[in-house]
């Protein structure tokens, strides 16, 4: 059963502007699947997955190309990068629109290698598992998410109502496209299948980790400490590991597509890039595996469950951005006095200021930080406080209480 992507309007649109076209993404997210249901029968496709093809990749790539000529879909291009100078030279003789597609699960070697290659000549789209809106079968051209009046009306106007109970057992679940279609396959035969084979091959490939389970422990260390400000020191120390291995890992889990780390905002851009970011999970469906949270009753109950909600709304928010093709102008603020702003979307100049709480009936102490943004000296536009509310309703004359069923 293929389902159709908030993606593909992107892709349409950057393959008929560009000789290539790069999807990236964690493994079965739906790379393959998404750009195989466009191409359609037109397009040959060669996974490098298959010993034979990797083989000819990298020991001949021009014979490669001259075997498998335009429209070609590559998938996982990163084990054979020798391919990227040959794709550029084949793209500047004859400049053809969307004449090859790629897709990579590693952007750690990947994009070098893309960026030193392929400059000016590739489009790049980020996928993730799928959306809320994806899965429930709804228009997926959805804008992305700004908590603008008009484009919060125009959400409510067409969100189906989320339960608490079935609000959790998405969570739980998680939004790998194959758990989804197969509503038969439990969640942790299929997590502790993508965990083993996410060992065995990414993380070799990448770091050569000799310890798989020390990398397991600071998967599941990370894990823990989804939707919260990242200490690297302690996430090393629960997983055995020096600070300095920790975050050399760290990189390998953020360039597999397993985690997002959202930067603080500080109105001086240098001081912003030595603070702590903030780590999420891209799938909580994985993470909650990694945690050992078996139901969804036990994740909604259990301690982790106001940070676990977080992690799915930011998650649902990247989707909204990335889906578009753009990149999610996103930080979270936080000062000195601890005082402390989950999510601000900056756009055009404006600071929309967010919060996420599990809460289904937030007052006006839930934005009183806002107040805080002043002090930047830019504008603050609408924002407000997405939750487990029933309706829209405003909570000052330029903040809302926001339901998540608008996500």
């Not at 001259?66 to 040959?86: N, T, V, W």
């Not at 490939?205 to 020390?214: F, K, N, Q, S």
């Not at 996103?330 to 005082?339: A, I, L």
């Amino acid at each position: 059963m293929y389902i159709t992507r908030a993606i593909e309007g992107y892709l349409t649109e950057v393959s008929r502007q560009f000789p290539v076209v790069l999807l990236t993404g964690a493994r079965q997210v739906g790379k393959t699947t998404v750009l195989r249901h466009l191409g359609g029968r037109d397009r040959t496709c060669i996974s490098l997955d298959d010993p034979r093809h990797l083989e000819l990749a990298r020991a001949d790539p021009a014979l490669f190309l001259q075997r498998y000529p335009p429209p070609l879909l590559i998938d996982e291009i990163q084990y054979a990068p020798q391919l990227l100078p040959l794709i550029k030279m084949a793209v500047d003789a004859k400049r053809r629109p969307g004449a090859y597609w790629l897709t990579g699960s590693q952007q750690f070697h990947l994009m070098r290698g893309v960026s030193e290659s392929l400059a000016g000549r590739v489009a790049v789209a980020r996928l993730l598992g799928l959306s809320r809106r994806e899965i429930l079968g709804e228009e997926p051209a959805a804008e992305p998410f700004l908590p603008t009046e008009d484009g919060l009306r125009k959400r409510r106007d067409r969100a189906r109502p989320l339960t608490l109970a079935g609000l959790y057992d998405t969570i739980h679940r998680g939004s790998f496209p194959s758990l989804i279609s197969d509503k038969s396959l439990h969640p942790e035969t299929y997590f502790g299948s993508f965990t083993a084979t996410y060992l065995q091959r990414d993380v070799r490939d990448l770091a050569r980790v000799g310890d798989e389970m020390a990398f397991l422990r600071f998967l599941r260390a990370s894990a823990a400490r989804t939707g919260q400000l990242l200490n690297i020191s302690e996430v090393s120390r629960d997983a055995g590991v020096s600070p300095v291995t920790g975050g050399k890992w760290l990189s390998i889990l953020e360039a597999s597509g397993l985690i997002y780390l959202l930067e603080p905002w500080y109105a001086n851009p240098t001081r912003r890039m030595v603070k702590r970011p903030k780590l999420y999970f891209l799938d909580t469906g994985l993470a909650a595996y990694l945690l050992d949270y078996v139901t969804p009753g036990t994740l909604e109950a259990g301690a982790l469950t106001g940070a676990i909600l977080e992690t799915w709304i930011m998650g649902e928010l990247l989707k909204s951005w990335w889906n578009n093709g753009l990149r999610a102008p996103f930080h979270y603020y936080r000062d000195h006095d601890q005082k402390e702003i989950d999510l601000l979307i900056i756009q055009n100049g404006v600071v929309h200021p967010l919060e996420f709480k599990k809460t289904a009936s937030p007052g006006r102490h839930s934005v009183q930080h806002f107040s805080l943004l002043n002090k930047l000296g830019m504008p603050v536009g609408p924002g407000g406080v997405l939750c487990l509310t029933p309706d829209l309703m405003p909570l000052t004359d330029k903040f809302w209480s926001i339901p998540v069923s608008l996500l």
